[in-house]
């Protein structure tokens, strides 16, 4: 089986520091059920590839006691596709050979492990009984460019159809670990077949290697239960940490930034006049399913529940807690039957792709984008622009100009710590028309809270129709 890691950020050839692998030499290790090689078919300034190649024995295999499937043929246990297949054992491989990398650490070049580049992983045969759309569904939500091609059983006899197997290319700007880590986890999650025996120690291993990113995908439970061979009382444990992990960094984050906002913007009111403006465009589009994305502790949600034209009304956050908050703020547990029909909450994410958020007629995304890595901004694009597409979209952000006066603010700051980046008016419109022409949307802008002359309004705020 062969997986293939290339890089188009010049220099490409950093990638080598960052798999701690001379390009110039192959790198071969026995392991339990087989050999490893890595080696590097190109290495030039703009394109540098990393291959590992798995061996695997199925001879070896059989002698080291591989349990046989009841009722399988008698040479099944030679005669299989364990050898020219991605499975778990090419998850061990990598564990093996890209110890460092995976772990997110680069000795020589420390600053290379937090940096994204543009990574193309190519598995040339990978097997999933459950179809491309199935596969798919791993992968798009984390932001990666999917490209497939499906085998046939025999080109000889097209009557047999299709065979399981594909060759998969993943492109996207990612940390090296975070591509390693999603291979790692989700290769064994396709395959559904591991090769060894699973116990409470994998569970570990699955939330060292999901940190970050399985807490938040919309296929968790799937993922954790193929992961864990189907051991109900595993992938409950797993999935309840991974609650935790939800429950944990996201509040935390939210609590923090909703204390900043109250001590910087709460003298003009702004919370208030941004409601107040969203409120009146959504009522005036005519919208019946609304949205929001980073809903929070509610506060759009509770005032969209008090108009009836709005048939659904949909609040999604990273953070599990929040939603119990929004939760409250609603008295959802107090209102009636039909009101409780017309809102839902649920635990999601604007970076990964996720199929419940289409066919809104509205979407807010009201100060959020700002809290956002500027690398996940463009999986945050397509998750909204791309595969959501909802009719209208708001999306406001601080203007960073008018910080300069927030007495209380010291020059430089942003306004609240947890903030990633502040933008411009120039800025904050050249992303949102760049945005717009690439999916199909028009954009207007208009400002919220007081207008200075010089430095524009404290907020401003998109309008992308299609």
């Not at 890595?38 to 290495?43: I, Y």
């Not at 994998?202 to 995908?217: A, D, M, P």
Request: charged share 25%; glycine share 6%.
């Amino acid at each position: 089986m062969l997986l293939t890691i290339t890089s188009t950020r010049s220099p490409a050839t950093d990638l080598g520091y960052l798999v701690q692998k001379n390009p110039t030499r192959l790198r071969s290790v026995k392991l339990s059920f087989g050999s490893a090689h890595v080696f590097f078919p190109e290495a030039e300034e703009n394109r540098c590839t990393c291959a590992l190649l798995l061996d695997v024995d199925p001879i070896q295999l059989v002698r080291r006691g591989g349990r046989k499937q009841p009722g399988a043929p008698p040479l099944q246990e030679y005669i299989n596709d364990r050898p020219y297949v991605a499975s778990s054992f090419l998850s061990v491989a990598i564990s093996s050979l890209f110890r460092t990398a995976l772990a997110g650490i680069c000795l020589e070049r420390p600053d290379l492990a937090k940096t994204p580049l543009a990574l193309e992983a190519k598995i040339a045969v990978l097997p999933c009984k459950d179809g491309e759309k199935f596969l798919t569904s791993l992968f798009e939500p984390l932001g990666y460019d999917v490209r497939i091609t499906r085998y046939s059983l025999d080109n000889r006899f097209p009557d047999w159809g299709d065979s399981p197997y594909y060759t998969v290319t993943l492109k996207g700007s990612i940390l090296l670990r975070d591509l390693l880590r999603h291979l790692y986890v989700l290769i064994p999650v396709l395959d559904d077949e591991k090769h060894y025996w699973v116990g409470e120690d994998e569970v570990q291993k699955l939330l060292r290697h999901g940190e970050g990113w399985l807490s938040t995908h919309p296929a968790r439970e799937e993922i954790a239960a193929r992961y864990l061979k189907h051991q109900a009382g595993l992938t409950n444990l797993a999935l309840a940490q991974l609650m935790e992990e939800n429950i944990q960094d996201p509040d935390a984050a939210e609590q923090k930034r909703s204390a900043e906002e109250d001590h910087v913007e709460a003298p003009m009111h702004l919370a208030e006049q941004r409601l107040s403006k969203v409120m009146k465009i959504l009522e005036s589009s005519g919208a019946k399913r609304v949205l929001d994305l980073g809903c929070g502790e509610g506060r759009l949600l509770t005032e969209l529940l008090k108009n009836r034209d709005f048939d659904e009304i949909v609040g999604v956050d990273v953070s599990s807690t929040a939603l119990e908050r929004a939760r409250r703020r609603l008295r959802f547990d107090d209102l009636s039957p039909r009101q409780r029909s017309r809102v839902r909450l649920m635990l999601g994410s604007l970076v990964y792709r996720d199929d419940r958020l289409t066919g809104f007629d509205a979407c807010a995304v009201l100060e959020v984008i700002e809290h956002l890595e500027s690398y996940r901004l463009k999986s945050f694009e397509r998750v909204l622009f791309e595969f959501a597409r909802p009719l209208r979209i708001i999306i406001t952000t601080p203007n960073v100009e008018y910080n300069a006066k927030f007495k209380d603010l010291p020059a430089g700051n942003y306004r609240h710590k947890d903030h990633r980046f502040e933008w411009t008016r120039v800025q904050f419109e050249s992303w949102a028309k760049g945005v717009a022409g690439a999916f199909g949307y028009s954009v207007d802008f208009q400002p919220i809270g007081p207008t200075d002359p010089d430095l524009g309004s404290p907020t401003q705020m998109a309008l992308f129709t299609q």
